[in-house]
């Protein structure tokens, strides 16, 4: 193991964590509010990547006014879930609205597939993320490199809103009683559409990054993430913000050094994404950064 | 009518000439008079459904424990059945590129031994799993037992002188007759219905409807909460096992996490709690996408092409069917009612009123 | 008592609907005469001869599946009758997932009454159709499915392709050839064609180079995985010669990109499936240089029916893909191997069709002379080696295997 190569598999490490870290900041928050796996998240994320392809691709618009574009349109596609899948079931057993939260999923990986057919999209190239800068011997993407900043910048962003605006004191006090909150006069409906409005747009910003490095889009694209991003939301405590980064972060860098460290078990690595969540589950059942919650009787 | 239906001897009546007719049914489609291989073969996977879909209810439905790990349990019966039943003269041509572990590959079992022991691995996986992870609640649970089912999957796709990997293993002797899915089907079926009113059952609906005032009733949540656990995972490794006999053939992928979501589908249409709604929905669910087929063909109305028929178009509809069962009949067909003759009068005869009115049936 | 029959009532009610309402469609038993056509058009089934094709259209190899069937419908248009009568192809999906398969062949079989089937894009969909098709005695023509164990012990299939051991050789002689010493093997762990191909591939380099230790570095992935940048950068610091990475055509651009990003100037190669314009569309520029085996070059037609292929294809390809993709080549071999038989055999009996087809001698197919081996399999000794040029798919070489 030289230094070189070290260095490069830690870059690899913070920069795939950093895209965990974006998507699961939208779990986290969701779960927070709702206390609902939002199962759908995972390929809201697949369709903002598909947005991104066709403003760019068919419409031919500038990569800027495309990533706004995006950006809205992911919004309004999360919006309109909650609304017609999980907000008629908002007096409904818990188990239904997970179940209508798969469905959901369900649903929009088979209209992708209709819709787009099962061959990958190639994303757009977008030259100021894609352009591989060498330092020293290593050689990077921009992507790489900005990913974690940009992670970063939102979850300060996301934690400003959160603490210091109305509509953040009126998310939190939804999230630590549900119907406490209804009663004091906070309108429910839509501190939980401002959730999704946050959750999808920092899912389109992910798109964006993810597709940059990873430019093969499919129907299928968002299972994986979006497990492993609920993962890093649970690792770090579900319904807090920060702690779904660090989570995101432990998550990319366990699964990284696993390759590194022991090639030949480089079958075993989405295995180990469940292993680490069941052993914190059982640990520490409220995540690393997770408040101990009491059973309301 | 309903005077008649009252009347114990009417209903054994009844009940024998629906035996009788089910059992013509079989019999006829058994020996090529009625239907073919295609209708014999949907009809034989819609009773593994059944299994597998009972199974998952007991768990879900019936003690209230939200588990999507149904699809890992099935990969242990059906990689059972598949190791233990291809001829020992096979083996070296399926294991070509890793050898099959030499232990292994002496062993033969009869179809039953290797089904059953497909079973009681998984139910002794289920309670290796169950122990730590059913302290867990709700979505936790649910999450947790979806990554057990994915652990599986990926140490069945590397252990490879056992399973032989991605490569899967293929000429599984296959079974002659329907009467093995459909007796398997109806004695695990009558076993778990006969589990759940029994004692034990009424311990796991007290655990669904209020954890807490179950443990005050002296309930061993623990305990119960494992029985339920493991028993739905014994059948649905036999479900697993009579999958691997019906394709001839097993590979992980076949057992990857969205798989559950069918089962789950279906216990959600049949009605949380209800034996009788999951074994109507596993047939309607299978015979449906069948039936539904049709989309995906090209369609020329008056001589146009519609361009909206296209491959893909019949899960779409499937997974908007689904939504709609979700939002608008969260009851399922069944809620937690069974069927019975007296409510099939009643319905007729207009004693219950056609809107459903069943109690919802699942966790809070 | 009265609710456990109530169960065997449920069953009951489901079967009855089920048979009723599939009886109409297939009159009697299934050991009829083949021809007992739809419903919808009473008056020419006797006219009609239907061929099933199942082929995946949606699910993992949606895309693949889809090309192959553009050239059998193509080859349905060019070749649309056989013994005087109308082909008719019934086409169904079989979702990449072997439940669908096996239900989707009996179908073929049972109920639309097909003499014969072509598919399928992906061996395990083939594998699990095998038997059904084997008990049915119904021939079945795989155009790309390279996997060994296809038509290993099935006299009923039979396919237009080589197969994986051969392939592995052709890349690894190339490799030799163009004087790799070392090199690292990345599979898709999971998927049977990706962890086939590589162990060939794996067993052939070693062989030719005489060193066991000229596989440096072999490393597996995950479904749906995107991030390969670790596995890669562990074979950076091995610095193999050559990189050998079959996969399906959704994640080979992203090894190849992330490669070149990292800096890696190895050769990469690929199997068959990376023949995919959505190959050079996603990967770009990083796609320049890559290596691939497959069976068919429109650039250099080696038969006139090549010749007459590439000409109408392309025409009627314009617009929708930049190159005809070598699976549609061996779909439309498929059908026409499968239609001289069915001519020879003078009969649509699958036991006639079979022996037609076993007798099959120097067929002048699109991608080559087609004869059969004892096991069924196209008996081709030649595989095309293609680059990717500006942004093409070129030929390289073609590479003779004994």
Redesign the interface.
Same mark, same amino acid.
């Not at chain 3, 898709?188 to 049977?192: P, R």
């Not at chain 3, 070149?260 to 800096?263: K, M």
């Given at each position: 193991m030289?230094g070189q190569?070290f260095l490069?598999?830690l870059i690899?490490?913070i920069?795939?964590g950093s895209l965990y870290a974006l998507l699961a900041i939208g779990y986290t928050m969701v779960y927070g509010i709702l206390r609902l796996i939002n199962f759908a998240h995972g390929d809201i994320f697949m369709m903002a990547a598909y947005f991104m392809i066709f403003s760019i691709m068919t419409f031919k618009l500038p990569w800027f006014i495309a990533i706004i574009i995006v950006i809205v349109a992911t919004v309004a596609l999360g919006v309109l879930i909650e609304k017609t899948a999980y907000k008629p079931l908002r007096n409904a057993p818990r188990m239904s609205i997970m179940i209508s939260a798969i469905g959901a999923s369900f649903l929009l990986e088979n209209l992708a597939?209709?819709l787009f057919?099962?061959?990958?999209?190639?994303?757009p190239?977008i030259k100021v993320l894609t352009t591989?800068v060498?330092l020293g011997?290593l050689?990077?993407?921009i992507a790489?490199l900005i990913t974690p900043f940009v992670t970063l910048l939102l979850l300060y962003l996301v934690l400003f809103i959160t603490n210091k605006t109305k509509i953040g004191m009126a998310m939190r006090a939804v999230s630590k009683d549900f119907e406490t909150a209804k009663l004091m006069g906070i309108n429910i409906n839509k501190v939980i559409s401002s959730t999704f409005v946050i959750g999808s747009s920092l899912a389109a910003i992910g798109a964006i990054l993810?597709g940059s490095?990873?430019?093969?889009i499919?129907p299928?694209?968002g299972?994986?993430?979006g497990l492993k991003c609920f993962i890093a939301a649970v690792l770090g405590g579900i319904g807090n913000t920060a702690g779904a980064v660090v989570g995101g972060f432990i998550l990319g860098m366990a699964?990284?050094m696993l390759?590194?460290f022991l090639?030949a078990f480089?079958?075993y690595?989405?295995a180990m994404a469940f292993v680490i969540l069941i052993v914190v589950l059982l640990v520490k059942p409220t995540g690393l950064l997770g408040e101990k919650v009491t059973d309301k009787v | 009518m309903i005077d008649k239906i009252n009347n114990k001897k009417t209903?054994l009546l009844l009940?024998i000439l629906?035996?009788v007719?089910?059992a013509t049914?079989i019999i006829l489609?058994d020996t090529?008079?009625?239907? #073919?291989? *295609?209708?014999r073969? =949907?009809?034989n996977? $819609?009773a593994i459904y059944?299994i597998v879909s009972v199974s998952m209810n007991l768990v879900n439905g019936f003690t209230g424990l939200f588990s999507l790990g149904q699809a890992g349990f099935m990969a242990i019966g059906a990689y059972s059945v598949a190791i233990f039943t291809v001829p020992l003269a096979?083996r070296a041509?399926?294991f *070509?590129?890793t050898p099959q572990n030499p232990f292994l590959a002496q062993i033969e079992l009869p179809f039953i031994v290797a089904l059953l022991l497909g079973g009681f691995l998984a139910a002794l996986v289920a309670i290796m799993i169950g122990v730590p992870v059913l302290r867990l609640k709700s979505d936790y649970l649910a999450i947790a037992t979806l990554g057990f089912s994915e652990i599986i999957r =990926?140490v069945f &796709?590397?252990i490879k002188s056992i399973t032989n990997?991605?490569?899967?293993i293929?000429?599984i002797p &296959?079974m002659p007759t329907m009467w093995v899915f459909?007796g398997i089907a109806?004695i695990s =079926?009558?076993f778990m219905?006969?589990l759940i &009113?029994s004692s034990y059952g009424r311990a796991f609906k007290a655990i669904r409807e209020d954890e807490v005032a179950a443990e005050a009733m002296g309930i061993n949540l623990f305990k119960h909460k494992v029985m339920s656990f493991s028993i739905g995972a014994f059948f649905a490794g036999i479900g697993g096992g009579l999958?691997a006999t019906?394709?001839? &053939?097993v #590979?992980?992928?076949?057992f *990857?996490f969205p798989v559950t979501y069918n089962f789950l589908l279906i216990i959600v249409l049949g009605g949380m709690g209800s034996? $009788?709604g999951t074994? =109507?929905a596993s047939?309607?669910v299978t015979?449906g996408l069948?039936?539904l087929?049709f989309f #995906?063909?090209p369609l020329t109305l008056f001589g146009i092409n519609i361009a909206l028929f296209r491959?893909?178009l019949?899960?779409v509809i499937f997974s908007i069917l689904l939504m709609l069962l979700v939002l608008f009949f969260r009851n399922g067909l069944m809620g937690q009612k069974?069927? $019975?003759?007296k409510l099939?009068f009643d319905w007729f005869s207009g004693k219950i009123s056609r809107k459903r009115t069943g109690q919802g049936g699942g966790i809070q | 008592?009265? /609710?456990?029959?109530?169960?065997?009532? %449920?069953?009951?009610?489901?079967?009855?609907l089920?048979?009723a309402?599939?009886?109409p469609n297939?009159g009697g038993?299934?050991?009829q005469e083949p021809q007992t056509g739809g419903e919808e058009e009473p008056g020419t089934e006797e006219d009609v001869i239907k061929i099933g094709v199942f082929e +995946?259209?949606?699910?993992?190899?949606?895309?693949g599946g889809?090309q192959e069937l553009g050239g059998i419908q193509y080859a349905n248009k060019m070749y649309p009758e056989v013994l005087g009568k109308k082909i008719e192809l019934v086409?169904?999906?079989n /979702?990449s @997932?072997?439940?669908e398969a096996?239900?989707a062949v009996?179908?073929l079989?049972? /109920?639309d009454k097909v003499v014969a089937i072509i598919g399928s894009y992906g061996s395990?969909v083939s594998?699990?159709a095998?038997?059904?098709i084997k008990n049915?005695q119904i021939p079945a023509m795989g155009a790309s499915c390279t996997? +060994?164990?296809v038509t290993?012990?099935n006299p009923f299939y039979f396919r237009a392709c080589f197969l994986d051991p051969f392939q592995g050789k052709v890349m690894a002689t190339y490799a030799v050839e163009q004087g790799a010493k070392t090199a690292a093997v990345i599979m898709?762990?999971?998927? @049977?064609y990706?962890?086939?191909l590589a162990?060939f591939f794996i067993d052939a380099f070693k062989q030719l180079t005489g060193d066991p230790n000229s596989i440096v570095?072999v490393?597996?992935?995950?479904?749906?995985? %995107?991030?390969f940048?670790?596995?890669l950068?562990?074979i /950076?610091?091995k610095n193999p010669d050559v990189i050998f990475a079959p996969s399906a055509?959704?994640?080979a +651009?992203?090894i190849i990109?992330?490669a070149?990003?990292?800096?890696i100037d190895a050769l990469i190669m690929g199997g068959d499936t990376w023949e995919n314009p959505?190959l050079i569309?996603?990967?770009?520029e990083a796609a320049e240089g890559v290596v691939l085996s497959t069976f068919f070059d429109e650039n250099d037609p080696v038969t006139n029916e090549a010749k007459k292929f590439v000409e109408g294809y392309k025409k009627e390809l314009a617009g929708k893909e930049p190159i005809i993709p070598a699976v549609a080549a061996l779909g439309y071999d498929a059908y026409i191997l499968l239609r001289d038989a069915i001519e020879r055999a003078g009969s649509t009996d699958g036991v006639a069709i079979r022996d037609a087809l076993k007798a099959t001698k120097d067929f002048e197919g699109v991608t080559g002379i087609i004869n059969f081996t004892e096991e069924g399999d196209a008996d081709k000794n030649l595989a095309v080696i293609k680059t990717i040029k500006d942004g093409q798919f070129v030929f390289v070489d073609s590479v003779e295997v004994q």
């Open positions: 030289t190569l490069q598999q690899n490490g920069s795939l597939t209709y057919t099962g061959v990958p999209k190639g994303f190239d591989a060498k011997s050689s990077l993407t790489t993810w490095r990873y430019p093969s499919m299928l694209t299972v994986m993430p699964e990284i390759v590194t090639p480089t079958g690595r989405d | 209903r009940n629906l035996i007719i089910f049914v489609l090529d008079v009625i239907g #073919d291989a *295609y209708i073969r =949907i009809l996977l $819609s059944a096979e041509k399926i *070509y590129i =990926i &796709t590397n990997g991605a490569l899967g293929k000429n &296959t459909f109806i =079926i009558g219905r006969l &009113t999958l019906l394709f001839a &053939t #590979d992980p992928n076949q *990857y034996i $009788s074994i =109507i047939f309607l015979a069948e039936i087929r #995906d063909e491959p893909g019949r899960m069974e069927l $019975s003759w099939i | 008592m009265k /609710k456990v029959l109530s169960l065997l009532l %449920s069953l009951l009610m489901v079967l009855t089920f048979t309402c599939s009886q297939n038993p299934s050991n +995946p259209l949606t699910g993992m190899n949606g895309g889809q086409v169904v999906d /979702k @997932d072997k439940g096996t239900t009996t179908r079989i049972e /109920k395990a594998i699990a095998g038997d059904i049915a996997n +060994p164990m290993q012990g898709q762990n999971g998927d @049977d990706s962890v086939g162990n570095d490393s597996e992935f995950q479904l749906n995985e %995107s991030d940048n670790a596995i950068t562990n /950076k610091a055509a959704t994640t +651009p992203l990109k992330q070149r990003d990292l800096g959505a569309d996603v990967a770009g």
